[in-house]
Antibody, heavy 117, light 107 residues
């Protein structure tokens, strides 16, 4: 059974930092691109970032470029999202997504990030 | 960035109805389009990939069509479990972008 389990979300003050993790199992993690997608309260889905299989190539949404860093540890089957200089508009549920480069079918249950003073 | 626009934003329909949701891209994305279904409090589920490919395990009443800038998702005969929000997403270029969603409600 494929599982993507996110952790690391929580309440953080504006300007603060958080690191999200996603533990993957049930598929060949190292063989697939991985993505982060977020969804603000009552809002639409927003693609955040993507990383290729060896971690060398990354892409980001303009809204997070320069503040967020995606990385992966294939030995640990784990995906990360380091988030800095957090803003209120970063408040969202963050989903770890993977299993297919262009059309990833596997989604985690999400971890909630709230940026508020 | 490529903008994705869905229509309608919401639609009311009855069990057994045929429903079509449209998605328009701001530039040519060939067939690089996916459709997702999301139910409240749940993660999205991939329904259609590459504009018309049916994801494994998805009922055949779901179908996708289109290319270039105009795409559609059709549900041939609505079932009670199909009432949800549907999103299109372009995979032509980064940043990937989603449509704003179409909420399918029970009439």
């Amino acid at each position: 059974e494929v599982q993507l389990v996110e952790s690391g979300g929580g309440l953080v003050q504006p300007g603060g930092s958080l690191r999200l993790s996603c533990a993957a199992s049930g598929f060949t993690f190292s063989g697939h691109w991985m993505h982060w997608v977020r969804q603000g309260p009552g809002k639409e889905l927003v693609w955040v970032s993507r990383i290729n299989t060896d971690g060398i190539s990354t892409s980001y949404a303009d809204s997070v470029k320069g503040r967020f860093t995606i990385s992966r540890d294939n030995a640990k089957n784990t995906l990360y999202l380091q988030m800095t200089s957090l803003r209120a508009e970063d408040t969202a549920v963050y989903y770890c997504v993977g299993g297919g480069s262009y059309y990833p079918p596997y989604w985690g249950q999400g971890t909630r990030v709230t940026v508020s003073s | 960035d490529i903008q994705m626009t869905q229509s309608p934003s919401s639609v009311s329909a009855s069990v057994g109805d045929r429903v079509t949701i449209a998605c328009r891209a701001s530039q040519d994305i060939s067939g690089w389009l996916a459709w997702y279904q999301q139910k409240p409090g749940k993660a999205p589920k991939l329904l259609i990939f590459a504009a018309s490919g049916l994801q494994s395990g998805v009922p055949s009443r779901f179908s996708g069509s289109g290319s270039g800038t105009e795409f559609t998702l059709t549900i041939s005969s609505l079932q009670p479990e199909d009432f949800a929000t549907y999103y299109c997403q372009q995979a032509d270029s980064f940043p990937y972008t989603f449509g704003q969603g179409t909420k399918l409600e029970i009439k």
